[in-house]
């Protein structure tokens, strides 16, 4: 029962998070928000909700390992089986912005984190510096895409329509309609990330292994669902920008605001083996970046050896 649940509670959050961007952009339309901004926020992160959801809901019920786990197996598959995949479906090149400043920023928040995390506690106080970080990330993003302020209504709604995962955003759907949708978004989003949370721990009691090797694995594959579907639809369509930004911008958010956020509610403490896994997240970046400053994009070869590199970590994984 406790699989089917889980699976149950996967489809909660996948559908809730959408229900809940869907809702929450239109109502900022309503409300004359300014597109690109709804873009960079409401919508570029809305992929990370069910990451958020799980991680901080594990938090609250201290399951520490469960809520460290998901967030960097999360990172691991987004690096490792996302972009692998959607460079296999074509060639992914990677725009000149992407190298020069978001890959590094990620390389450099992770290495913060795992700094954050040497003595095996993510206090309060570096939940905070994570989450400032994480206001400074957004500052500069907004920053740079009021650059773009000068673009008329019409081409707004045509920069936002090609650089997220909505395919579109209505604008005459009345408030309360927004409203609904976007609360019973959050209210799968909550149950989903608690019948994550639980059934995940029980899993992980009846086969006697610990809750971050279940939250590292199956939870993190589960969560990560969105930026998965997202990239891969992405890559098919030829939108590399999308298919890359969704993976890099999720990562960092992942990092940045849902770490923060887990260990300003609840510190969080560590087990031995998360620095491991943090350390192999980040060579897992690097190994992308070495790959994307070589070419300017990951080829079919490269792919592949991402992909085998997932696998094998998580037969790793499993006889550790």
């Known amino acids: 029962m406790n699989y089917i649940l889980l699976i149950f509670g996967f489809l909660l959050l996948i559908k809730g998070a959408i229900y809940f961007v869907d809702g929450s952009s239109d109502i900022a339309t309503i409300l004359k928000i300014p597109p690109i901004l709804i873009g960079l926020t409401i919508v570029a992160f809305g992929t990370s909700l069910p990451e958020v959801s799980v ?10 390992g469960l809520s460290l786990g998901n967030i960097i197996g999360s990172n691991i598959f987004n690096i490792l089986m996302v972009l692998g995949t959607t460079a296999f479906i074509k060639n992914l090149q990677v725009r000149k912005s992407i190298v020069k400043k978001e ?7 992770s290495m913060i984190a795992l700094y954050l995390s040497i003595d095996l506690t993510i206090s309060r106080i570096d939940g905070m510096i994570l989450l400032l970080l994480f206001l400074l990330f957004l500052y500069d993003m907004i920053k740079e895409a009021l650059r773009n302020r000068n673009l008329s209504l019409k081409e707004s709604y045509e920069f936002l329509e090609a650089n997220t995962n909505i395919a579109s955003i209505s604008i005459d759907n009345s408030l309360a309609k927004s409203l609904l949708i ?19 721990t029980n899993i992980a009691y009846s086969f006697g292994v610990s809750d971050h090797l279940i939250g590292i694995s199956v939870v993190a594959l589960g969560t990560s669902l969105p930026e ?20 890099i911008g999720s990562n960092i958010f992942n990092i940045l605001f849902i770490l923060g956020a887990s260990a300003f509610i609840s510190p969080l403490s560590l087990e031995p083996a998360l620095i491991l896994d ?43």
């Open 228 to 247: 998965f579907i997202t990239s891969v639809i992405a890559a098919t369509k030829g939108e590399n920008d999308i298919a890359v930004g969704n993976v």
């Open 55 to 64: 991680s901080i809901i594990a938090s609250i019920d201290n399951q520490n």
């Open 278 to 320: 943090s350390i192999f997240m980040i060579c897992a970046i690097i190994l992308s970046y070495i790959f994307v400053v070589q070419d300017k994009e990951i080829t079919k070869y490269e792919s592949l050896f991402l992909i085998t590199t997932y696998f094998i970590y998580m037969i790793y994984l499993v006889s550790r």
């Open 182 to 200: 976007s609360g019973v978004g959050l209210i799968a989003i909550i149950i989903g990330g608690k019948m994550v949370v639980s059934c995940a």
């Open 103 to 109: 890959m590094p920023i990620l390389i450099i928040t």
